[in-house]
């Protein structure tokens, strides 16, 4: 399983990135397979070990801030291992061939 989520202090000002990096260490700390971009965290994993990252990402924002934000999005396919490199890599390949 593969989520990518987002957790955004809502009324913290502008600049939000270290309340966001709270979120991002529960995520580091977790062990799991992850990246983080401008814009998601995506951890790879199952269900519930993924869910309880987010859950306590969220938990870490919301710590510092009295509302947050949650995006989400998953993609549940059994017996897939390493998504989190696999998709991207399929793209490639595919790019690379059209550029020979």
């Known amino acids: 399983m593969l989520v990518a989520f987002s957790v955004t202090p809502i009324g913290a000002g502008e ?4 309340l966001v990096a709270e979120a991002v260490r529960v995520v580091r700390a977790s062990g799991l397979p992850h990246e983080t971009n401008a814009m998601f ?3 790879e ?16 924002v919301s710590a510092h801030a009295g509302r947050v934000s949650l995006v989400l999005k ?5 017996g897939v291992d390493d998504a989190l490199h696999s998709k991207v ?3 490639e390949r595919i790019l690379t061939a059209e550029d020979e």
Not at 45 to 60: F, I, L, N, P, S
Not at 74 to 78: I, S
């Open 15 to 18: 600049g939000v990135a270290e």
């Open 41 to 43: 965290t995506t951890v």
């Open 45 to 60: 994993g199952e269900w519930d070990e993924v869910m309880e990252v987010v859950r306590r990402a969220t938990e870490a």
């Open 74 to 78: 998953a993609d549940l396919r059994a």
């Open 89 to 91: 890599a399929s793209i």
